[in-house]
């Protein structure tokens, strides 16, 4: 059943990214990929929130162990673009673009552990009340 729940979660999340990626390409220039750290920073962003609300200590709110793999493995795995940002990392090197390659690794690793970390503060912050 786990299977199940990850995989409803995983096609709601890739469409989410989707929709996502199409809104930020429109409205960014194209010369660097920034759907996807947006993308990713929002990911990070839900998945630090949820798992410091789900976590034992925490009085907010309980999941089943299907919902936390819901969201987290399902929703949050196929939002989060990582094998995207790795491609388009691979092709900005391919095409001597050495800058722009080391800036989006930059970028997205150093925007996604604040993020993260962000989520996570939010939701112990959220916890406590």
Do not use: D
């Not at 199940?4 to 990929?33: D, H, M, Q």
């Not at 940002?85 to 691979?90: A, E, K, M």
Request: aromatic content about 14%; hydrophobic content about 55%; charged content about 10%.
């Amino acid at each position: 059943m786990a299977y199940i729940w990850v995989a409803i979660g995983s096609a709601l999340g890739g469409a989410a990214r989707y929709w996502c990626s199409e809104l930020f390409t429109a409205a960014a220039k194209k010369n660097f990929p920034w759907e996807t750290i947006l993308v990713n920073i929002i990911g990070s962003f839900i998945i630090g929130l949820f798992a410091s609300i789900t976590e034992k200590h925490s009085s907010l709110v309980t999941f089943s162990s299907h919902a936390k793999l819901f969201i987290t493995a399902g929703i949050c795995g196929g939002f989060t673009t990582f094998s995207a940002f790795s491609l388009q990392t691979l092709t900005l090197l391919q095409k001597g673009k050495i800058l722009e390659a080391s800036l989006n690794i930059s970028l997205s690793v150093v925007l996604c552990l604040i993020f993260v970390w962000l989520g996570y503060a939010l939701g112990a912050l959220a916890s406590r009340l």
